[in-house]
């Protein structure tokens, strides 16, 4: 087993997103059970924050086989990428090279073209005691609101770059935990060659293989969406409000999630507050959301704005209304330009008689 | 809905406030002042959406509209209380007048009589992105003005001036 020391960074290697890593020693590992990832106690049995409002970032490991020097093989894919509301997962599902052949044939196929019950099958399957001693698997599950503020900042974070450090950061946990990885294969929506070569000057001495539809052609991508898909289903269909004066007061007919989705667009439609916008499950950096805030919400004019007035006009929104007489002119003589103490948010001197 | 774009309810010398409204003034320690602006005067839901966590002593943080923000709670100068005032000029003819700071001849109004219903001594300012308080920020520079103007008028007859 795993000396625990090794499976836990320290504190302050630690981001400040909440990282769970899940040591269990072999008398604790989970029994083989039929519950399929649709009942919720498959998730609390492994530790997943299911039950939480899921506000920040957290990664995820399920319990790891010994620890030896069998080389490994891993694959990585996503889940919720494209989607308006929820997490975006990345998981990468793990196995010794020795056992690849037999989890091939446990019926990992194209994610894509399996139904969710298929899926909930095949993700119970990965929990069993005899696929566990030669593999595991691990999310980084990142949170509406984190992927809403990263694409927000003031210096932009694109979702590629969201993505990638995701993928980045659970390679490099798999290794800080052991995992001998040896070969590692990687779904991608973006351009696969550039990606991989990203991949390969960070990762040296691993065969990386980035490809589009990964999950169909390799049984432990496939295996990695599965965790991915079955992960972001688990907290979209409980979700838990942030805003816990929603939770039974919002409608959780969501749709598919997807912009095109005509049922999702009405709820982003009939849940919108004008100003607040909507609770954290919605992912404010999507144009969807960012037109309909336009189009129907009250406005709200941020400093960086692309289209925001130029300066001069948000200094003349908050400033004091200008008298039409010269003296006030004058005293705004931009030849002289003012201390920094009567920016824009300036006081201004009014005589009261008491 | 198309926003209309009210300008912010600003005093100006013609206008009268009265501070003691009609008994104590309730204090409310509940003010944010958020790095945008909000193009709406009304009620809202923040109770319900704005959900600030505390980080560290004064330090707490908050999404809105997306965008993490980082806020600071600030004291007022020691000497100063802030008022929340709202306009309860009666004599406007439409609703936009009442915002109608310049002196028409086919206003009725010529001052708005400003009313105070509650007192702060406190705020949290709110920046996007960084933690506040930024050495820029504008608000906290004029509270910071306060004392600088009080330096600089203040009696200094034992000194030389040079």
Not at chain 1, 92 to 111: I, R
Not at chain 1, 299 to 326: C, G, H, I, R, T
Not at chain 2, 78 to 96: A, E, L, W
Request: net charge negative.
């Amino acid at each position: 087993m795993l000396e625990g020391a090794s499976l836990c960074r320290p504190l302050e290697d630690v981001s400040d997103e909440e990282v769970m890593a899940v040591d269990h020693a072999p008398s604790k590992r989970m029994k083989h059970s039929h519950e399929t990832a649709a009942d919720s106690t498959i998730f609390e049995k492994l530790g997943l924050p299911i039950q939480k409002a899921l506000t920040k970032s957290y990664t995820f490991f399920s319990p790891l086989p010994e620890a030896s020097t069998d080389e490994y093989v891993l694959g990585v894919d996503e889940a919720g990428r494209g989607p308006v509301l929820g997490p975006m997962v990345y998981a990468t599902c793990f196995c010794k090279e020795s056992y690849y052949a037999q989890l091939s044939t446990l019926g990992f196929a194209d994610s894509k073209q399996l139904n969710e019950d298929q899926r909930d099958r095949l993700f119970a399957v990965i929990q069993q005691d005899d696929v566990r001693e030669s593999s595991g698997w691990s999310i980084r599950c990142i949170s509406p609101q984190d992927i809403s503020q990263c694409m927000l900042r003031r210096s932009k974070y694109n979702l590629n770059s969201l993505a990638h450090d995701a993928t980045i950061q659970l390679i490099r946990d798999a290794l800080d935990r052991g995992i001998n990885l040896k070969r590692v294969f990687i779904d991608t929506v973006g351009p696969p060659v550039s990606y991989q070569k990203k991949l390969e000057g960070l990762f040296p001495g691993i065969q990386i293989t980035v490809a589009k539809k990964a999950d169909s052609l390799y049984p432990i991508v496939s295996a990695a969406s599965i965790c991915a898909k079955v992960t972001r289903d688990a907290h979209l269909s409980r979700w838990v409000f942030a805003e816990a004066k929603l939770q039974n007061n919002m409608s959780n007919v969501y749709g598919s999630g997807y912009p095109g989705d005509p049922n999702t667009i009405r709820w982003l439609k009939e849940s919108l507050d004008q100003v607040f916008g909507y609770p954290g499950i919605i992912r404010f950096s999507w144009s969807t959301c960012a037109r309909i805030l336009l189009e129907q919400a009250v406005a709200v004019v941020w400093a960086d704005d692309e289209d925001a007035p130029n300066n001069a006009s948000l200094v003349k929104y908050f400033a004091q209304a200008k008298a039409s007489s010269a003296a006030a002119a004058g005293s705004d003589n931009p030849a002289r330009p003012r201390s920094k103490f009567f920016g824009h948010r300036r006081p201004i001197n009014i005589s009261v008689s008491l | 809905m198309q926003a209309t774009s009210l300008p912010p309810l600003t005093a100006s010398k013609r206008d009268v406030i009265n501070f003691s409204g009609s008994g104590e003034l309730q204090t409310i320690d509940c003010l944010n002042l958020l790095p945008c602006a909000i193009k709406y005067d009304g009620a809202a839901k923040s109770d319900t959406y704005f959900l600030p966590a505390k980080q560290s002593d004064d330090t707490y943080e908050a999404s809105f509209r997306g965008r993490q923000l980082f806020g600071c709670k600030i004291a007022l100068p020691s000497s100063y209380v802030g008022h929340v005032i709202i306009d309860t000029t009666v004599q406007s003819n439409t609703h936009d007048s009442a915002f109608e700071l310049e002196f028409s001849e086919e206003s009725a109004v010529e001052y708005r009589e400003l009313l105070s219903v509650s007192s702060f001594g406190a705020l949290t300012v709110w920046e996007h992105d960084r933690v506040p308080p930024a050495d820029d920020d504008e608000f906290i520079s004029s509270l910071e003005w306060i004392d600088v103007a009080a330096s600089i008028h203040a009696d200094c007859s034992s000194e030389n001036s040079s």
